[in-house]
């Protein structure tokens, strides 16, 4: 049996020096991790990741990637029984890749070799680098399959395993990133490890054809030695172990201290003059955001009017420029990974479903504090994209897009960005009379216009190509132009249309259509909030393509099927057990902690927004499961595995908030939500368990708090004296509710939570007068009878009286 490891992730700080001091001592060749930005884990703090160039990672990708090619193929192998589109993508290698399983463990240890394990993801643009350069090459692979087992590992369906051997590839060289290649013995304890590794030896480096026969050479000679290097690392990595909680709660003004030192540390690294957080390459964090507009409220709420501005003001504008710039699919919605450079222009182009989710939530939440339409207006260009290109027909929201495509037709190579990129002529020849207009509009070069900053094309890949990115102002522009500044939009809505009509005849980049269920919680959750905030614009509000301009409620009917989907196919009513993804059936992973904490979230923000009382049951029922399964109860917090699989040998308590917030940040707010929802012991559970899933991560609240906004959020929330509680009472459905439920969530406020019941509903009464009389009891005594609705505003469920119409709730929310 494998011995498991417990650790959080903060822990693993301390274990860098240690495992860095003993690999720069072994006599086994130390090589250096390759960390590519496109592709770039940083799930420690900033200081631990080395600083990458965008000039060095776009130096390589000279050659560009492809996917398995059609028709006949002279090599299969078992990764064409799988449903992974990452493993499909490879099932034609000449390498005998195996999937993660027992079958490959044992020819391991029946041929008594090292394993060769080969992480990524299928809209990976290092993954298919590597794939074309190394895993397709003959050479290659017969190295590996004579020296290996060679195992792949799709991260988004096992990001279990990935943690695992991340953590130690981070742990040794301070940074990591897919695709990520580690060596195992045949009992999983790896020995070396790195991300991208270029064929040859260059630049003083040697390439991964001289890896393989150094590790060969390793291995037959000085076994002991590699055996013993493993077995330290895990030993340093279980030493390390830090995940306990000292205490029950965090101490005294911790959470206030820490909540201010993130916002103070993020203010640090605001960049004033093209918005953001950090220098490039610029990703959008959505965490930091939410952060720093909560920050902002807490700041007005003390009289701090002026500093709230300046909060408010970063963010804005950072806002503003990331949906002005390239990262932002202009033509179809959406937005791209991340930005190469400083200015938000020339991005990775891959797109992904939790930048999706949490960015619209984060435009909707601009919305709601400036009622200015440009924030709903990307919220629905966000939305409306995944409407169009993203959700399957019965309503599972499939998991990215690829950031390579054929250039043209009968093209051998994929191409980053072809799909998305123009040259100048092609935009005359769509758009004829409004070209000019439209190219000034977006900065359309006929050389190209990836000339903002040396970071943005060092090696002239887009030499020629224009990546979209609006430098301005709209009014100058119909001005210039000679149209009203209704009629200016109008146009450009129009010219968006035809070239998206001429863009879709291209080759389409490759789309992931697993449907993942910690991902599709972030989307059902954005788009069930949109369902009520967008209820805020003006009527007369236009919309221009490729915003549809849908009624609000569309958005919460797609939010209720993805969910519905999830019920259906991914959760298994009789075991009370979650899968982690779907593709062809559901795939033979676990759901983990995300999967269960943001969906959760998810279901309580469907709840909120109108969804029926049946959501928030069954996200009380999963809470419940949870923490079954993954809440330690000794030590607190939770771990990112159920911890059943004897073959994952590391659990991790994660913390840090990146791309993706963590799971126990989000399940620190849940259990916050649920605390003020139900009332009695359950409440309490609720609170005590936050309360010591925050004491576990002490030291990092401390000591590296801008590493975890959303946690210092989820901190700071938890000691917020008494949080609101709304509560609608009216008849399901009426017009009335319904505004009432719109007006509520037009207020921004992250400290409320929102309970309507219907008091002629037998379902909605016995659920309350199970988990809370209280409200059970408001709803018997303010009930007004037909479609009239009521509100109340409650703390600690003593309430103001009652309001009658939308406005009069509006007004004393805002109090």
């Known amino acids: 049996m494998l011995k498991r490891l417990q650790l959080s992730s903060s822990s693993l700080h301390r274990f860098v020096s240690h495992t860095v001091a003993f690999a720069s001592a072994s006599s086994f060749p130390r090589y250096r991790v390759r960390t590519h930005f496109p592709s770039f884990s940083r799930p420690f703090s900033p200081i631990l990741s080395r600083p990458i160039s965008s000039a060095k990672v776009l130096a390589m990708a000279e050659e560009t990637s492809s996917s398995t090619s059609s028709g006949s193929h002279k090599h299969t192998n078992r990764l064409a029984a799988e449903h992974s589109p990452y493993l499909l993508q490879h099932a034609h290698n000449p390498v005998d890749w195996y999937p993660w399983g027992e079958e490959a463990f044992a020819e391991a240890r029946k041929r008594d070799v090292p ?3 080969s ?7 290092w993954c298919h680098v590597m794939e074309v350069e190394s895993f397709e090459d003959e050479e290659v692979a017969k190295l590996l399959n004579g020296w290996f087992v060679s195992i792949k590992v799709d991260r988004e369906e096992r990001p ?3 943690k695992v051997y991340m953590s130690f590839v981070q742990a040794l060289y301070g940074g990591g990133g897919w695709p990520m290649s580690v060596f195992l013995s045949p009992d999983l304890k790896p020995f070396m490890g790195g991300t991208y590794f270029h064929p040859d030896d260059n630049y003083g480096r040697p390439g991964f054809k001289t890896i393989l026969k150094k590790v060969k050479d390793a291995w037959d000679n000085r076994r002991d030695m590699l055996v013993k290097s493993g077995t330290f690392a895990l030993d340093e990595l279980s030493k390390a172990l830090s995940a306990n909680a000292e205490s029950e709660k965090l101490p005294d003004g911790l959470s206030q201290t820490a909540f201010q030192e993130c916002a103070k540390q993020l ?55 990331m949906a002005n710039g390239g990262m932002h699919d202009h033509i179809g919605g959406g937005f791209h990974r991340y930005s190469v450079d400083e200015c938000w222009h020339v991005p990775h182009f891959e797109k992904m479903l939790y930048d999706q989710g949490q960015l619209a939530n984060v435009y909707l939440d601009a919305f709601s504090i400036t009622k200015d339409v440009m924030y709903s207006y990307v919220s629905r260009d966000i939305l409306d994209y995944l409407k169009r290109e993203m959700i399957g027909t019965e309503g599972g929201i499939f998991s990215a897009e690829d950031a390579d495509s054929l250039e043209f037709e009968g093209a051998k190579r994929k191409k980053e960005g072809a799909f998305y990129i123009w040259t100048s002529q092609e935009i005359d020849d769509v758009l004829g009379e409004n070209a000019s207009l439209f190219k000034e509009h977006f900065y359309v070069k006929k050389m190209g216009n990836c000339d903002l900053s040396n970071r943005s094309d060092p090696q002239n890949e887009f030499k020629g190509k224009n990546v979209l990115i609006e430098r301005n102002d709209m009014s100058a522009m119909a001005r210039k132009f000679g149209f009203s500044v209704d009629k200016y939009p109008e146009i450009l809505g ?3 249309r035809k070239l998206f009509d001429a863009r879709s005849k291209r080759s389409r980049p490759h789309l992931d259509d697993k449907v993942i269920v910690s991902w599709n919680g972030l989307a059902i959750s954005s788009l069930a909030r949109a369902s009520k905030i967008l209820k805020g614009e003006p009527e007369n509000t236009k919309y221009y393509f490729p915003v549809v301009g849908c009624q609000p409620e569309e958005y919460i009917e797609v939010a209720e099927k993805a969910a519905s989907f999830i019920r259906g196919y991914l959760y298994d009513g009789q075991s009370r057990r979650l899968q982690r993804s779907y593709r062809k059936g559901p795939s033979k992973a676990p759901g983990f902690l995300d999967d269960y904490a943001f969906l959760i979230s998810g279901l309580l923000d469907l709840y909120e927004c109108g969804g029926g009382i049946e959501w928030l049951s069954w996200a009380m029922e999963l809470q419940d499961i949870q923490d079954e399964l993954f809440l330690d109860q000794e030590g607190g917090g939770y771990f990112n595995t159920p911890g059943h699989d004897p073959l994952v040998i590391l659990r991790v308590k994660e913390d840090h908030d990146g791309a993706e917030p963590s799971g126990n940040s989000v399940s620190a707010i849940n259990l916050v939500r649920f605390a003020s929802v139900v009332s009695g012991q359950r409440s309490d559970r609720y609170r005590q368990t936050a309360e010591r899933l925050l004491a576990v991560f002490e030291g990092r609240l401390k000591e590296m708090a801008v590493a975890v906004p959303l946690m210092c959020c989820a901190a700071d929330m938890l000691y917020v004296p008494a949080r609101k509680q709304v509560v609608l009472v009216g008849r399901k459905p009426s017009s009335e509710l319904c505004n009432m439920l719109s007006a509520v969530h037009s207020v921004y406020d992250p400290n409320k939570t929102v309970i309507h019941i219907d008091p002629s509903s037998s379902v909605d009464m016995e659920f309350w007068e199970k988990h809370n009389i209280n409200i059970a ?39």
Do not use: W
């Not at 992480?119 to 643009?125: F, L, Q, R």
């Not at 939410?290 to 007005?300: A, D, F, N, P």
């Not at 009239?788 to 009658?804: D, E, G, H, I, M």
């Open 119 to 125: 992480i990524g993801y299928s809209t990976c643009h």
């Open 777 to 815: 009891d408001i709803a018997r005594t303010n009930y007004a009878g037909g479609d009239r609705a009521v509100a109340l505003v409650c703390q600690n469920f003593t309430c103001s009286p009652p309001v009658y119409d939308p406005n009069s709730l509006t007004e004393l929310l805002a109090k």
């Open 267 to 321: 203010s640090k690294s605001y960049d004033s003059e093209f918005g953001g957080f950090g220098s490039a390459p610029k990703f959008p964090r959505p965490v930091e955001i939410q952060l720093m507009l909560y920050h902002s409220e807490k700041l007005e709420g003390a009289g701090k009017a002026s500093e709230a501005g300046e909060s408010k003001d970063m963010v804005f504008f950072s806002l503003q420029r």
């Open 115 to 117: 394993i060769f394990l």
């Open 160 to 162: 279990d395993v990935d």
């Open 494 to 496: 129009e010219c968006k």
